[in-house]
C-alpha cells in the first residue's frame, strides 16, 4: 500500500517551454500532496504544499507563476514548469500524505533537464 | 522552530557489521519522527516511523530506531549491513498530532563496504 507515482521520470526541453509532471496515489485519497525540489547532493527543499480543492500554498522564494500547481482529486496532483529556464533543471520530487495525516509517501521522482 | 540534524555527511561500515545512522532534532511538544532512504535518481522510500508507545521502532529491509526523548535523538540502526543499503537517509521530524510540517534533514549517505 501507499504508492506515489510520478510521471513524466525524466524530461528534457528546450527553453521556455512549460512541462507539467503528474502525481498520482495509487491506492488511496490525499487531501495533501507536497511538491519538492532536490538539487545534487543537497537534501529537500519544499517549494509548494498542495491541497485538493484549494489554491497551493508555496514557500517562501518560490514563484507562483512559475511553478503552477493544481490538485484536482484526491489521486492527482500536477506541476507545471512555466516558460522553463536551465536553472529549473533539477530533480523533482512529490508525496502524499496518508489519510492519518502523519505520513509522506514519495513518488520515485522526475528528472528535468531544460537546454 | 523545529529542525533535523544528520552530523554524518557520510557513514562506512563493512558488510556485515552493525550500521548506525545518527538523528538528532528539535521540535515544540512531542515530535513524530521519521527514516527514509533514497536510491540513486529515486524518490525517497519510507523506512519507519515512531508516532507513540515503544521507543524502539523496527522498519522495514531489517532497519530499526530508537527513540530517545531525553537526548532528542532518533538514530537509525541495522545488525548487519548489507551492499545493497548504500544509499541516502533522511531523517525527518513533524510536531506531534498528525497534518503537521515536516522538516527533513541534509542526509547521511551510507556506503557499505564489500
Known amino acids: 500500500g501507499a504508492v506515489v507515482s510520478q510521471h513524466p521520470s525524466w524530461v528534457i526541453c528546450k527553453s521556455g517551454t512549460s512541462v507539467k509532471i503528474e502525481c498520482r496515489s495509487l491506492?488511496?485519497?490525499?487531501?495533501?500532496m507536497f511538491w519538492y525540489r532536490q538539487f545534487p547532493k543537497q537534501s529537500l527543499m519544499l517549494m509548494a504544499t498542495s491541497n485538493e480543492g484549494s489554491k497551493a500554498t508555496y514557500e517562501q522564494g518560490v514563484e507562483k507563476d512559475k511553478f503552477l500547481i493544481n490538485h484536482a482529486s484526491l489521486t492527482l496532483s500536477t506541476l507545471t514548469v512555466t516558460s522553463a529556464h536551465p536553472e529549473d533543471s533539477s530533480f523533482y520530487i512529490c508525496s502524499a500524505r496518508d489519510n492519518r495525516g502523519d505520513t509522506q509517501y514519495f513518488g520515485p521522482g522526475t528528472r528535468l533537464t531544460v537546454l | 522552530a523545529q529542525s533535523v540534524a544528520q552530523p554524518e555527511d557520510q557513514v562506512n561500515v563493512a558488510e556485515g557489521n552493525p550500521l548506525t545512522v545518527k538523528c538528532t532534532y528539535s521540535v515544540s511538544g512531542n515530535p513524530y519522527l521519521f527514516w527514509y532512504v533514497q536510491y540513486p535518481n529515486r524518490g525517497l522510500q519510507f523506512l519507519l516511523k515512531?508516532?507513540?508507545?515503544?521507543?524502539l521502532v523496527k522498519g522495514s529491509y531489517g532497519f530499526e530506531a530508537e527513540f530517545n526523548k531525553s537526548q532528542t535523538s532518533f538514530h537509525l540502526k541495522k545488525p548487519s549491513a548489507l551492499v545493497s543499503d548504500s544509499a541516502l537517509y533522511f531523517c525527518?521530524?513533524?510536531?506531534?498530532?498528525?497534518?503537521?510540517?515536516?522538516?527533513f534533514g541534509i542526509g547521511t549517505k551510507l556506503q557499505v563496504i564489500p
Open positions: 525527518a521530524v513533524s510536531p506531534s498530532g498528525g497534518y503537521q510540517k515536516v522538516t
Open positions: 491506492d488511496f485519497q490525499a487531501t495533501t
Open positions: 515512531y508516532i507513540t508507545g515503544d521507543n
